[in-house]
């Protein structure tokens, strides 16, 4: 893989690393665990910098990409650099990109876009990933917990919602502080974290998720393409493209993630699933009074 290869696939640089962590000596991988644990900022190092954070030698830091496909260790900053342009992006600045300028109309613009949007993401979910979050939501002796943030609450919500009829133990937690710490103080080794964090991140989400996983939580992180900081604490990331026809940032592909992952959760439950809906709908049409 060359840089200019990389570059034209426009994959995020903390996606690649990730994956190819295995495929890493151990000198490599302590690179790779530096950059994703100091996202995007140890990156932006001197190799020399880079190299002292993660105890190894300068040539292990050359090496490590160019085994991920740059020329260079500068080839390697100048994408992030893009990346992170990207990434810090705020509506004002997506209101001068070309596309939402196009003279095809509103309606045939959003078509292009949002199908584009969620077939790119859903082809583009990691299998494992993605089977590994369904396994973990099917585990009833799991509790499951779900936070979101300004936006994205929406989508732990739902999640939340759905995963209420077909198991038990589950809880979305609120914005409240309280409930928050308290949600920290309560977590057990093995439950489950559901985090949604998309660009311009919230860092009281990523906070609460890394003190979640100190505890021993297990984190599934539904994110961008770019990757919430909270990534690092993450065993499993579900990123969706955010493309959109307006410059606000769009959910619609992370729900088709969300639509996704219910259906995963439902095939697997099966006659356990559909006998828990059954009781909750049986107790929904009861009089109040019974």
Do not use: C
Request: glycine content about 6%; charged content about 30%.
């Amino acid at each position: 893989m060359t840089d200019e290869t990389e570059s034209a696939t426009d994959r995020p640089l903390s996606a690649l690393v990730r994956e190819s962590l295995e495929s890493l000596s151990s000198g490599e991988r302590k690179v790779g665990r530096a950059i994703l644990a100091n996202y995007p900022i140890a990156g932006l190092e001197t190799v020399a910098e880079l190299a002292q954070r993660a105890s190894v030698s300068p040539p292990t830091v050359v090496r490590f990409v160019s085994r991920l496909g740059f020329s260079g260790y500068p080839a390697f900053q100048k994408r992030l650099v893009r990346e992170v342009h990207e990434r810090l992006g705020s509506p004002l600045e997506q209101y001068g990109r070309a596309d939402l300028r196009s003279g095809d109309g509103d309606l045939a613009r959003s078509s292009r876009i949002f199908s584009a949007s969620i077939a790119a993401t859903i082809d583009d979910l990691p299998e494992s990933e993605f089977e590994r979050t369904v396994a973990m939501l099917s585990d009833s002796r799991r509790r499951v917990r779900l936070i979101g943030g300004r936006f994205s609450q929406l989508l732990a919500e739902y999640l939340g919602a759905h995963l209420m009829l077909l198991r038990p133990d589950v809880q979305v937690v609120p914005a409240d502080e309280f409930t928050r710490l308290a949600a920290i103080s309560d977590t057990r080794r093995g439950d489950v974290l559901v985090v949604f964090d998309y660009r311009r991140y919230d860092q009281q989400i990523v906070r609460f998720s890394r003190r979640i996983a100190e505890r021993g939580g297990d984190l599934v992180l539904f994110t961008d393409r770019w990757m919430s900081p909270a990534a690092d604490a993450a065993g499993t990331v579900l990123p969706a493209n955010v493309d959109a026809p307006s410059p606000f940032d769009s959910l619609v592909p992370a729900m088709a993630v969300v639509e996704t992952v219910i259906a995963g959760v439902t095939d697997r439950l099966g006659e356990t699933g559909r006998q828990r809906v059954e009781a909750m709908e049986e107790l929904r049409a009861r009089p109040s009074g019974d």
